[in-house]
C-alpha cells in the first residue's frame, strides 16, 4: 500500500496501529449518481440519495474537506463549510475515494484528486492510479482531466489561476514532476500537460499560491550514512514563470536513518500563509509515543523571496523555524477509550482566503488501542481547537477556500 494512503484508509477500516509515514495523497473509484445534498454533525450519516434544498452556484463556506463512513473507503464524498463548522454542504455528485480538494478562483470549479482503479469488488483500489478531476458544483458535472495512464494529483492539487490547474504526475518509469493541466481537459491528452519542474528526484505535494506564478512542494531527496538510506522530503520554493527554485527546509538533521529505505522522514504538505511571507507544514519528530518513524508535528518557517529571485540555493528564513505543535496547540486528543494521547498533525493550512485571522486548518490523527481516528479541526489565533468532523466519521485533507494570493510589501 503506499505509505501516503494508509493514514486514511487505518482511520475508514478503524484499525491500523503503531508508527507512521509521515506522507499524504489520495484517491477514487466512483459509485451512485445522486446530487450533492447538505449535512449536519447530527446527520453526518450521509446517505447516497439525498437531496440538496437548493442548487449550489458556486462553493459555499469557507473550506473543503473529504469525508467518509468507516470501514468504507468507497463512501469518502467531498464538503465544503464554514469555519465554525456550520453550513456544510456535500459537494460531490459520486462517493468514490476523493482525498485532496481545492475550490478554484472561479468558486463554480473544484479540483479535486481520487483513485482510478477499483478492486474486484469495484471498490477504490488504494494502490491504484490517483487523477485529478474538475466537478463543477453549478451543473453537477464531474469529469477527470489528467491522462488515463499516469497516477496524478500525488500529495495534493491546486489552482494557478481560473482555468489551469497544479499537480504532481508520475507517468510510466519516470519520477514525478510538476505539471500545469487546463480544466477543460476532457480528453485527457498527455500532450496538453505543461511540465514546468526539473528535479532528477520525485515531486510530490504540490500547494500553489493562486493568482501568482508561485508555488510550493516536496522533493523525496535520498538520504544515507553508510549503506543505510532513507527517503527524505524537503520542502522547495519556485516561481514557474522565472523560471527559479530554491530549497526551503531540509527535515530535521537527526532523524536520517529509520533502518527501513521505503519510510519518508522529513517535510510533508507545506502551504503558504496569506500573504506568502510564510510556509506551514508537518514534519516528522523525535520524542514522542508513536517514535521518529511516525510522529508529526506542525512547523512552520519563514520565506526569502529575495533569495529565490537572486538565484540562492536555500530560501528559509534563518531563525524562522516554529514548532508549532508545541508552541501553538497543544496535540493531545480525546480517544473513546478514555484519556487523552499526544496525535499526528497533518496537512496544516495558515490562515488565507476566507480563513479567520489568525486561523489554522489541520488534520489530527490519534491512536486508541488497535483503532486509528482522524479528524479535521481549525485553530483560533490563541491556539484553541475545534473539531470540523465527527470522531466518529473519518475526515481529513482540509483545505481553505482562497480566490487569490497577495505578496507582503517587500516580497
Known amino acids: 500500500m503506499r505509505p501516503e494512503l494508509r493514514w ?38 450521509v446517505t447516497e440519495d439525498a437531496a440538496p434544498p437548493i442548487a449550489l452556484q458556486v462553493v459555499p463556506g469557507d473550506l473543503v474537506y473529504a469525508e467518509g463512513a468507516p470501514g468504507d473507503f468507497a463512501s469518502v464524498h467531498l464538503f465544503s463549510a464554514t469555519a465554525s463548522g456550520d453550513e456544510r454542504h456535500r ?27 477499483a478492486n474486484a469488488d469495484g471498490r477504490p483500489d488504494a494502490n491504484g492510479r490517483r487523477a485529478v478531476w474538475v466537478i463543477d458544483v453549478q451543473s453537477h458535472d464531474e469529469y477527470p482531466v489528467t491522462p488515463a495512464e ?52 520525485p515531486v510530490r505535494d504540490v500547494f500553489s499560491a493562486v493568482g501568482t506564478p508561485l508555488y510550493t512542494y516536496v522533493v523525496d531527496t535520498r538520504a544515507c550514512e553508510g549503506d543505510a538510506c532513507v527517503t527524505k522530503p524537503q520542502v522547495w520554493l519556485a516561481d514557474h514563470d522565472a523560471p527559479a527554485r530554491c530549497r526551503v527546509t531540509d527535515g530535521d538533521p537527526g532523524l536520517r536513518d529509520v533502518g527501513r529505505a521505503d519510510v519518508r522522514v522529513g517535510d510533508h504538505h507545506p502551504a503558504f ?34 533569495a529565490l529571485y537572486s538565484g540562492q540555493a ?26 487523552r494521547v499526544a496525535g499526528d498533525e497533518r496537512y496544516p493550512e495558515a490562515a488565507a482566503g476566507r480563513a479567520p485571522p489568525g486561523a489554522m486548518l489541520f488534520t489530527a490523527e490519534a491512536r486508541d488501542g488497535e483503532r486509528t481516528l482522524q479528524q479535521v479541526f481549525t485553530t483560533d489565533v490563541d491556539g484553541s481547537k475545534q473539531a470540523l468532523t465527527p470522531a466518529r466519521r473519518a475526515g481529513g485533507y482540509g483545505r481553505w477556500i482562497v480566490e487569490r494570493y497577495t505578496r507582503s510589501a517587500g516580497q
Not at 475515494?97 to 468558486?107: R, S
Not at 514522542?288 to 506542525?298: F, I, R, V
Not at 534563518?318 to 505543535?325: G, K
Open 8 to 45: 486514511f484508509l487505518c482511520a475508514l477500516i478503524a484499525g491500523c496501529g503503531g508508527g507512521g509515514d509521515g506522507g499524504g495523497g489520495g484517491d477514487d473509484a466512483g459509485s451512485g449518481d445522486a446530487a450533492p445534498d447538505a449535512a449536519t454533525d447530527a446527520d453526518a450519516e
Open 314 to 339: 536555500t530560501c528559509g528564513r534563518p531563525s524562522s523555524l516554529e514548532r508549532l505543535s508545541d508552541a501553538f496547540i497543544e496535540d493531545a486528543y480525546d480517544v473513546p477509550g478514555g484519556g
Open 273 to 306: 500563509n496569506g500573504d506568502l511571507t510564510k510556509v506551514v507544514f508537518s514534519r516528522n519528530v523525535a520524542g514522542k509515543p508513536a517514535g521518529p518513524e511516525g510522529h508529526l508535528d506542525l512547523f512552520r518557517v519563514g520565506l526569502d523571496l529575495g
Open 150 to 201: 499516469c497516477d496524478a494529483g500525488i500529495g495534493g492539487v491546486g489552482w494557478r489561476d481560473d482555468v489551469r490547474i497544479l499537480l504532481a504526475m508520475r507517468c510510466g518509469d519516470e519520477p514525478s514532476a510538476v505539471y500545469l493541466v487546463n480544466r477543460d481537459n476532457r480528453g485527457r491528452e498527455r500532450d496538453n500537460l505543461l511540465r514546468i519542474s526539473d528535479h532528477e528526484e
Open 91 to 117: 459537494i460531490t455528485r459520486n462517493a468514490g475515494g476523493w482525498t485532496f480538494a481545492a475550490v478554484g478562483p472561479d468558486p463554480r470549479f473544484v479540483a479535486a484528486v481520487r483513485h482510478e482503479d
